[in-house]
Nanobody, 123 residues
Framework: QLQLVESGGGLVQPGGSLRLSCAAS????????IGWFRQAPGKEREGVSC????????RYADTVKGRFTISRDNAKNTVYLQMSSLKPEDTAVYYC????????????????WGQGTQVTVSS
């Protein structure tokens, strides 16, 4: 059964850090780019970051550039999102998803999604 499972979310104070994980099962991550998206209440889902299948190419939304770092460990079939200097506006449910088309913000190009993990940034 193909699955993507996010973990690592939680409550953190402004300026704090979290590391999200996206673990794949039922398929090999090697052939897919993986994107991280987030959705806050009342807002549309937005692309946060993406990493190519090889890991050599990454992209970030302007709102997180310089604060978030995406990486992957294909041997562990896992992609990570290291989030630092967190702000209240980063509060959202974070999702990872796979695409066979290369990184983009085009949501329909992603065919499998995780269930999401809640990140709350608050004092």
């Amino acid at each position: 059964q193909l699955q993507l499972v996010e973990s690592g979310g939680g409550l953190v104070q402004p300026g704090g850090s979290l590391r999200l994980s996206c673990a794949a099962s039922g398929f090999t991550l090697d052939y897919y780019a993986i994107g991280w998206f987030r959705q806050a209440p009342g807002k549309e889902r937005e692309g946060v970051s993406c990493i190519s299948s090889s890991g050599r190419s990454t992209r970030y939304a302007d709102t997180v550039k310089g604060r978030f770092t995406i990486s992957r460990d294909n041997a562990k079939n896992t992609v990570y999102l290291q989030m630092s200097s967190l702000k209240p506006e980063d509060t959202a449910v974070y999702y990872c998803a796979r695409t066979g088309y290369g990184c983009s913000d085009y949501v329909p190009s992603y065919d499998y999604w995780g269930q999401g993990t809640q990140v709350t940034v608050s004092s």
